[in-house]
């Protein structure tokens, strides 16, 4: 049988001089569930999104250079003694935001993840827990249409994830073979791309992944639960409408200072919205950079601070075998056994998953991390169809000089651009290298040959920390600014601590919650009137 995309629901139309509930700025993993959930409930919603409206089956190719598109590359200044690649590595554009080009990797975090500072003494606890995000992480897991392993075994007993692993590409069955004969346990992964097809509230039958291995490039059939096949749809459907190519640059605010308009630019001529309250969800970047401009929810000072990207060290190897690793779910397997290592000399932990890459990705890389150029370069990527990857997603400090900045260069648009201060610590360090000396081990018990490293960190987090204490954060449990009445902020930015999971089923578990709470906040309101 062959699945079509189910054609786009009717969407309302607000004018802009009219005052919405709700303005969402950003359709990612933090805006998307959230604007579904307040328009379900009957709200106003419109969202503006940065980036064009994308059509899966019309605007993704099968082709790696047409994956730039959804990187979000306006630039940004990067210093510190580990400047951070942009782009590629960890934004996107376009409604959907970087669940368009994310691999669909979507482990849970664990109970611990929430009390780093309470365990190790240092860095932060968040103010909810594991528990508060539990049901969500349900509530995710089941609409999306996560395949994965059932019973997982790592953290606490859950229910089964709706459909089973998907199928093991060749570095995930290589990374197995070498785990295996280590002790280590491995396990397929969650990842949020379907083994079969899957009826899609608001949206229709999405079919079963194909392997094209091309996540990153923008999934043309449906199969990767990415935001515009999944919440954008269920949000239009009941009734938030959706304004893509709208740049927010500014605020208009009264005099109790309660934002009562969002300033955008759309086609080159500046708009306003009116609206009641704004949900800022432009990640760990354009979120920050937003708030200084304005001079915004910063009675803290801690708008742009404890900046963090997790330890994300990459190991290659190739093998005798035919391991074509653009072929499948780019992160296959995963292993959890290192979450708290018993000899480890850090705090956190880390996980390890199997990776496969696309060849222009892989180029790129051997010539920054090997330094290989020429005929030097051909050679080695002559061995690309027998590579895999390993890779290390750990946990990262915040510290005090890793941080976001508006630089004096302007961008095209006339805006600070930010500049992102960022070293590894102490910690970072000793995690990567403990991390190291086992995958060196895997890939040899696993028999790979030219074995290399490349150093890396990824993911945006940080820059509006969610705290208790308002001195010392930007928003509470809730995600609520403490200096703005009607402002809350739902993306990366707003982590504590960066937690050893990749963040996009913890942004997606928070937006929920985050609406909820503001649902719920506001229902006791209109009741006491």
């Known amino acids: 049988m062959t699945h079509a995309l189910h054609p786009a629901p009717a969407m309302r139309h ?12 950003g359709t990612g993993a933090g805006g998307a569930p959230l604007l579904a959930r307040l328009a379900a409930a009957g709200l106003s919603v419109v969202a503006l999104e940065a980036g064009r409206h994308w059509s899966p089956e019309r605007d993704f190719a099968t082709d790696e250079t047409e994956q730039n598109k959804l990187y979000w590359t306006d630039e940004r200044l990067s210093g510190g003694e580990d400047p951070l690649a942009f782009g590629k590595n960890n934004s996107g554009i376009g409604v959907g935001g970087s669940t368009l080009h994310y691999t669909a990797y979507t482990p849970r975090a664990q109970p611990d993840d929430f009390r780093l500072c309470s365990d190790f003494g240092v860095g932060a606890d968040w103010p909810i827990g594991y528990a508060e995000l539990a049901p969500y992480y349900d509530e995710l897991e089941l609409f999306l249409g996560v395949s994965g392993p059932s019973p997982y075994p790592w953290g606490p007993a859950r229910g089964a994830y709706p459909l089973p692993p998907l199928s093991l590409n060749a570095p995930a ?11 280590i346990r491995t396990s397929p992964a969650a990842n949020a791309a379907l083994a079969a097809p899957y009826y899609q509230e608001g949206f229709g039958w999405r079919p079963a992944c194909t392997n094209r291995g091309f996540c990153q490039a923008g999934c043309s059939t449906g199969a990767k639960a990415s935001m515009d096949v999944t919440f954008i749809p269920l949000g239009i459907g009941a009734g938030a409408e959706i304004r893509p190519e709208c740049f927010v640059t500014s605020f ?14 759309e086609n080159g001529a500046e708009q306003r919205q009116r609206c009641r309250h704004v949900f800022l969800c432009a990640g760990a970047v ?11 929810a910063n009675a803290s000072g801690q708008v742009g601070c404890n900046f963090m990207a997790h330890t994300g060290l990459q190991l290659w190897g190739q093998f005798e075998e035919m391991v074509r690793p653009n072929k499948g779910i780019p992160g296959g397997l995963i292993s959890e056994d290192t979450h708290r290592p018993a000899d480890a ?31 030097a370069l051909h050679a080695h990527m002559a061995g690309y169809n027998h590579t895999a990857g390993i890779n290390i997603l750990g946990d990262c400090l915040p510290a005090n000089d890793n941080e976001l900045v508006l630089s004096d260069e302007l961008d095209a648009r006339g805006l600070p651009k930010p500049l992102i201060r960022f070293t590894n610590g102490d910690n970072e360090h000793r995690m990567t290298a403990h991390a190291e000396r086992i995958m060196r081990r895997i890939w040899d018990a696993a028999g790979a040959g030219e074995v290399w490293a490349f150093p890396r960190n990824a993911h945006t987090i940080g820059t509006c920390r969610m705290g208790a204490d308002p ?9 609520r600014a403490f200096d703005v009445p009607n402002l809350s902020i739902c993306d990366n930015s707003v982590f504590p601590s960066a937690l050893a999971a990749n963040p996009a089923l913890t942004i997606m578990a928070l937006s929920l919650r985050t609406a909820d709470r503001f649902l719920q906040t506001r229902g006791k309101a209109e009741s006491a009137l």
């Open 471 to 479: 001195s010392k954060a930007v928003v509470d449990a809730d995600c």
């Open 173 to 183: 069955q290589l990374m197995a073979r070498g785990c295996e004969s280590l002790g």
């Open 345 to 375: 000399d850090f705090a956190g932990g880390y996980l390890l998953q199997s990776i496969g890459v696309m060849p222009l990705t892989y180029a790129g890389q051997v010539a920054r991390g090997l330094g290989l150029w020429g005929e």
């Open 252 to 265: 208009e605010r009264d005099t109790a200072g309660t934002i009562v308009g969002v300033v955008y630019v």
């Open 14 to 25: 607000y004018p802009p001089g009219e005052t919405v509930d709700a303005v969402v700025i």
């Open 286 to 296: 354009e979120t920050p950079r937003l708030l200084l401009i304005n001079d915004l």
